[in-house]
């Protein structure tokens, strides 16, 4: 199993990115998606949540609105796209897939995501 996040980086206040999270070794339909995120010294907390077959999200209240997950089945991959970020949007950012009706989970290694002028 791997899940391989991508498209991290510098930006400024107000400015947008795409996160990419590549998966294989699983059944992408059969795995909830979510985006995580954790900044220094705070615990990790959930930032956008997908069900299996992409039908339903969900968002922390602090990017409602600005934020957008999604996942393209052909690709096995879950997207997170960022609109308008804050410096306090800076953070690793994860993808976690975890099993419908399971308890199997999976983890990425993280991309960093700074948000300074």
């Known amino acids: 199993v791997q899940l391989v996040e991508s498209g991290g980086g510098l930006v400024q206040p107000g400015g947008s990115l795409r996160l990419s999270c590549a998966t294989s070794?699983?059944?992408?339909?059969?795995?909830?998606m979510s985006w995580y995120r954790q900044a220094p010294g705070k615990e990790r907390e959930l930032v956008a949540g997908?069900?299996?077959?992409?039908?339903?999200?969900n968002y922390a209240d602090s990017v409602k609105g600005r934020f957008t997950i999604s996942r393209d089945g052909a690709k096995n991959t879950v997207y997170l796209q960022m609109n308008s970020l804050k410096p306090e949007d800076t953070a690793v950012y994860y993808c976690?897939?975890?099993?419908?009706?399971?308890?199997?989970?999976?983890w990425g290694k993280g991309t960093l995501v700074t948000v300074s002028s």
């Open positions: 976690k897939a975890v099993r419908v009706g399971g308890v199997l989970n999976y």
């Open positions: 070794g699983f059944i992408f339909s059969n795995y909830a």
């Open positions: 997908t069900t299996g077959g992409g039908g339903r999200a």
